[in-house]
């Protein structure tokens, strides 16, 4: 599965914490995330998060990068493990601040999301590729 989805770019409609796209790619010596989040602010370019994430049960620190609904820059790590042949599981820290679970099931084109930001609620959307 990872080398299918690797490179691969999914989009989502507008959703509850603001995510438009996101890539993997979990093949080769340096495994990375890329995502992308719908501006809450039109005069800015479109924020971002992309980085290294950890396969081998460790996480992987990025470069400092600016927190849009936190308004402060910030370092996210990050690890990443398969829980099934569908399903990847992200555990992404924001150090210092939060911690968040990422739940990733892949079918075909498509992609569900399941988050957990700390303590709060699921959130869940849907996204696809378009190939």
């Known amino acids: 599965m990872?080398?299918?989805?690797?490179?691969?770019?999914?989009?989502?409609?507008?959703?509850?914490?603001?995510?438009?796209?996101?890539?993997?790619?979990?093949t080769g010596p340096q495994p990375r995330y890329d995502m992308e989040l719908y501006a809450t602010e039109t005069t800015k370019p479109l924020p971002r998060f992309a980085g290294p994430i950890g396969l081998d049960g460790r996480y992987r620190?990025?470069?400092?990068?600016?927190?849009?609904?936190?308004?402060?820059?910030?370092?996210?790590?990050?690890?990443?493990?398969?829980?099934d042949d569908h399903t990847f599981l992200i555990d992404r820290l924001i150090l210092g601040l939060d911690d968040q679970r990422w739940t990733l099931t892949f079918d075909g084109e498509k992609l569900n999301v399941r988050v957990r930001l700390g303590h709060g609620p699921e959130i869940s959307f849907d996204g696809e590729t378009s190939g």
């Open 2 to 26: 990872a080398a299918i989805i690797s490179g691969k770019v999914y989009r989502f409609p507008p959703n509850e914490i603001d995510v438009k796209s996101l890539s993997l790619i979990l």
């Open 61 to 83: 620190k990025g470069e400092p990068t600016y927190i849009q609904w936190l308004g402060i820059r910030g370092i996210n790590a990050v690890k990443g493990s398969w829980l």
